[in-house]
């Protein structure tokens, strides 16, 4: 069974702090690596995807994907209060492009 | 900025009704999907969709379920039977074509309660 592993906190962080989230998968032939947030009651929505192992910057949030650990991590500078979300970390398993998706994170910034 | 919709955004029905939820894809795109997410639990992949066939299905999609896409621009999920067990949030996605590009774009979702 291919899993999709993530710690489910939560992960308290104070404002302005650094959050830290980590992903792990089992299948190795996995090509495309995705981060969504999700608010209670809403849909996922995409804020980062790697595809190439090393680090991808997009404003305040940077992805990190270690293809040979099977690793992939999501850090979230200068946290803010409306960062409180369920982070989910989704791999696309290489076929037509289905996502897989661990069970998330809970992510709660405090003032 | 281009999205996806969909309606109705709840659905009540009784078990055994066919329910029908609907899906605008953002409009260049040519990968449609289905998702659920049966509260508290993980997103769920039920089904992709690509050049008016389906191309993956899970095991959760099985005969109750089909898809369609009716015109250029809907494209919709039906379950024939409905059971209380597939009281979820289902969501719709998309992606474009080009080549090297794989990012899924969801829709808000239908929340499905089935009694």
């Known amino acids: 069974q291919k899993e999709v592993e993530q710690n489910s906190g939560p992960l308290s962080v104070p404002e302005g702090a650094i959050a830290s989230l980590n992903c792990t998968y089992s299948d190795r032939g996995s090509q495309s690596f995705f981060w969504y947030r999700q608010y209670s009651g809403k849909s996922p929505e995409l804020i980062m995807f790697?595809?190439?192992?090393g680090d991808k910057e997009d404003g305040r949030f940077t992805a990190q994907l270690n293809k040979a650990s099977q690793y992939v991590s999501l850090l979230i500078r200068d946290s803010q209060p409306s960062d409180s979300a369920t982070y989910l970390c989704a791999v696309n398993p290489g076929s037509w492009g289905k996502l897989q998706f661990g069970a998330g994170t809970q992510v709660v910034v405090t003032p | 900025e281009p999205e996806v919709t969909q309606t109705p955004s709840h659905q009540v029905t009784q078990m055994g009704q066919e329910v029908i939820l609907r899906c605008v894809p953002i409009s260049n795109h040519l990968y449609f999907y289905w998702y659920r997410q049966i509260l508290g639990q993980k997103v769920e992949f039920l089904v992709s969709?690509?050049?008016?066939?389906?191309?993956?299905k899970s095991e959760i999609f099985d005969d109750q379920f089909s898809v369609e896409r009716p015109d250029g621009s809907n494209f919709t999920l039906k379950i024939r039977s409905t059971k209380l067990e597939d009281s979820a949030m289902y969501f719709c996605a998309s992606r474009g074509g080009a080549r090297g590009s794989y990012e899924q774009y969801f829709g808000p979702g239908t929340r499905l309660t089935v009694t």
């Open positions: 969709f690509y050049n008016n066939e389906i191309s993956e």
């Open positions: 790697i595809y190439s192992n």
